[in-house]
């Protein structure tokens, strides 16, 4: 996902000409939500508001981000998981990347509180939302069939996934009701969960969603989250997937849940464990 490239949205103008209609302009959309205008912006205004989440939870929560992603760097935590990649720099020189450049390392709750919002008298900025960021990641899903064929040794198996539809106004509430629905079809508790990767496209959604889940927050995005680390879109589940398994890895832990919201409210919640 080349987000420094390729604006949000670029492809819809082409469906547009094709004679698709733009998202959320259906005339089923506007009879059901007369007047409303969706944005994630918004969305993550209103998932604050409901669940009671002030300004400074949400920058203390992007602080954790910052501080847990700088320590997994300086720790090497994700050496096993990163490929570094060629480039250059800002003066043009050959360079190697080899970690995520959106950390701030030298991050503070003062330098948080400093940011504006997005919008007047709310409580989003840029510092409590997902980065623009450039990425990519690879997950190969095999059956007993294309293990047999190809040799290779599991790392983990998926015990259960879901796919849910919530509310398309607060957009972003989607991972709650999918996770329940994933521990329920593998029938276990977010007490059995070792490890949760939950999505940080604002702070407001792993904040509400550890609130419904009743979920242990010292177990939530122990490396930092998409505040940190950036937020590729279309790359961010496949990352968050290696992630999750590489942690639970180097900890030897049992099962991982991974959850993430999508465009008009959909989500997704994924089981692991660990072979």
Known sequence: EVMSMVPIGAAVTDGYNAGHGLPFDSEGMKARYPGVFFSQFTGAELVADKWNLSRQDLDNF??????????????????????????????GMNDLVMADEGIRFDASIEKLAGL???????????????????????????????LNKIKANPRAEIVSISVVGDDPVFMLTGPIPASFK?????????????????????????????????????????????????HPLGATGAKLMTTLLHEMERREANYGLQAICEGGGTANATIIKRL
């Open 62 to 91: 992007a602080l954790e981000s910052h501080q847990k992603a700088a320590h997994a760097t300086e720790s090497k935590y994700f050496d096993r998981e990163i490929l570094p990649v060629e480039g250059r720099n800002a003066e």
């Open 182 to 230: 994933a521990l329920e079809a593998a029938n276990l508790s977010i007490e059995d969960m070792d490890l949760y990767e939950v999505n940080e496209a604002f702070a407001p959604v792993p904040l509400a969603w550890a609130s419904d889940l009743k979920a242990d927050k010292s177990k939530l995005n122990v490396n930092g989250g998409a505040m940190a680390l950036g």
């Open 116 to 146: 504006k919002t997005v919008t007047e008298g709310g409580v989003i900025t840029a510092g409590n939302a997902s980065q623009i960021t450039d990425g990519a990641a690879a997950v190969m899903v095999c059956n007993d069939a294309g």
